[in-house]
């Protein structure tokens, strides 16, 4: 199996998450101010970058555009005063009026993203939606590829990092066609031909050793080309076996060469969803492994896995991106009564609604209300995290994560071992 260092599942979900919900926001006007601070800048200067823009909006025409969009610097730079120094990775701030049940509804809503990836642009920009691009671009998959075509002809090497394709190396064969020459047997020319071909394969392989082993964060090798020729490079003894264990693919294109190339980066973002996906039905089975020769180690359903992970013993977390579920706290406003309840995402509206017409357990009081809302997902994760649990957020993208979601909750668990 190739060994993937992938990025952190959790991190890239509520990054995702975060992104969902930005992008949903519309202003009524060009009202909505996104801030971006790159690594290492200093919060004052970014205080008086924006108390410069503050006084350039005064120069706004409507009334109510310019009370918003100084509105929302203000909120930003109260909130840059919490901020000591600068994040190691930079920081995202987005404020701004945002109609919640038509005009005249509108509200200020502030987000505060710390990035999983260092920002690396200065930025301020008011518009009526929130700018968010340089966040989209960290969750694109941006670890680095290599890509290997070969034919009977020669060999071309390159390397695919996010979209950009580098041509690394690209070498030729020097083995004849397939006819041979008058007067030569028929036996002597393919013997002598496959000695050819057999020590081409040694020097392409080779290059690829020197081209591929040097990259430190390859994640992995896709070997293409036309005809049999790449199917007997790979099942043969030609490149380093650590090379070998990262190779994810193999496939056919027309070409070697550019235009191989571009049938490969083509076929690029399948080939690296795949990544994930083995990714995740890994994780999936092994956690089928468990259930199935019933070891004790185990562990599904929110209760269970909640309580699991109290005792500190769960090893592996799984959570279903399509969890879509809150962890609510309720308290008594009266006698300080308190009670956490999980809640679909979907009915937190109306559940608000209910509880206050529900009586407190305690004093019989109608003054239930709703001190705090986090998603699940974070909830358990924060849990798992406390006693060094992997955490994994599994798409529904494959049967088995599927599978988590509608046979098993959508939460499930490795233990460390099995409870008594
Ligand atoms: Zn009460």
């Known amino acids: 199996m190739p060994s993937i260092d992938r990025k952190d599942s959790l991190q890239m979900y509520r ?58 610097i203000d909120r930003v730079m109260q909130r840059l005063k919490f901020f000591k120094e600068t994040p190691p990775t930079g920081l995202a701030i987005f404020c701004g009026a945002i109609p919640q049940n038509g005009p005249g509804s509108e509200r200020m809503e502030t987000y505060v993203v710390i990035p999983p990836e260092p920002v690396h642009i200065s930025y ?14 960290m969750l694109r998959e941006k670890e680095i590829y290599g890509i290997m075509l070969i034919d009977s002809s020669g060999a071309t090497y390159a390397l695919l990092t996010g979209k950009r394709l580098d041509i690394v190396k690209e070498i030729t064969s020097g083995i004849p066609g397939k006819h041979r020459a008058g007067g030569q047997s028929a036996r002597r020319f393919e013997r002598l031909r496959e000695m050819e071909v057999n020590d081409f394969f040694k020097r392409a392989g080779r290059h690829a050793d020197e081209v591929f082993l040097k990259v430190i964060s390859l994640q992995g090798l896709v070997v293409g080309g036309p005809g049999p020729t790449k199917h007997t490079f790979t099942e043969g003894d030609y490149i380093h076996y650590t090379l070998k264990q990262r190779l994810l693919t193999v496939l056919d294109t027309a070409y070697i060469g ?33 259930v199935g020769h019933d070891t004790g180690l185990a562990a599904y359903g929110e209760e269970e896995v909640r309580a699991y992970l109290s005792k500190g013993i769960v090893k592996t977390l799984l959570l279903s991106e399509a969890l879509a579920t809150l962890r609510v706290s309720i308290k008594c406003s009266a006698c300080g009564y308190k009670e956490r309840k999980t809640i679909q995402s979907l009915h937190v509206d109306s559940f608000e609604q209910e509880i206050l017409e529900i009586a407190c ?24 995290q406390k006693t060094n649990a992997d955490v994994e957020v599994i798409s529904t993208e494959t049967e088995e994560g599927e599978m988590l979601h509608k046979s098993f909750g959508g939460v499930a668990a490795v233990l460390r071992f099995a409870p008594g």
Not at 265 to 273: D, F, G, H, Q, S
Not at 364 to 384: C, F, W, Y
Request: with cysteine; aromatic share 6%; net charge neutral.
């Open 15 to 72: 990054l995702k998450r975060t992104l969902d919900e930005l992008v949903s926001k519309e202003g009524r006007g060009t009202e909505l101010v996104s801030v971006y601070v790159p690594k290492g800048r200093p919060i004052p200067e970014v205080m008086n970058n924006l108390r410069q823009e503050y006084s350039t909006s005064a120069n706004i025409k409507s009334d109510r555009t310019r009370k918003n969009v100084q509105g929302a």
């Open 258 to 290: 550019e235009q191989g190339l571009k049938e490969v980066t083509r076929k690029a973002p399948e080939i690296l969803k795949g990544v994930r996906h083995l990714r995740e039905r890994q994780l999936m089975q092994d956690f089928l492994y468990e």
């Open 361 to 384: 357990p305690k004093c019989r009081n109608m003054t239930l209300t709703i001190e705090d809302k986090v998603d699940i997902i974070d909830e358990l994760a924060e849990l798992a």
């Open 124 to 137: 301020y920009g008011c518009d009526a939606k929130f700018f968010v691009e340089p966040l989209t671009e």
